[in-house]
């Protein structure tokens, strides 16, 4: 007998549109075989970037991102001294029981994300705020300045 087990309607999640959109892009970018797996990877690292932004960055961030998206964001408190890059995979890494190349698989896929949604520009004053180590995390090359 073939039965249709199905998740109860108080149980479900009711996401919008746009940030079902947004993690189909995360669950594209990470590979990841469901949209469930994907979702806990957009939470995770954008907890994580909420506790490393502040000022017009984290509003700009927050105001483009799909209203799921932007409350992870914005739930988070900052800490008085943002870390850097590789610092923000170990704490995700550690967070999450997750080892440091999945927490790194999982910042590169949403992060991806979050520039197609946020811009090069806004991604540029992001880096710009955060101390060294972030370019790469978003695909992008760390260029130090000439001394």
Known sequence: MITDVRVPLEHQQSYSTAYEQMLEKVRYEGAYPTRERADEAVRLVLSGLGRQLTGDERVDLAACLPLEAARVLTAQIPDPQPVGGWAFVKDLAARSGASLATARWDTGSVFAALTA??????????????????????????????V
């Not at 180590?133 to 992008?140: D, E, K, N, P, V």
């Open 117 to 146: 949604h946020g811009g090069t520009d806004l991604i540029t004053r992001i880096l710009h705020q955060l101390p060294a180590g972030w370019a790469l995390l978003f695909g992008q090359a760390e260029l130090n300045p000439a």
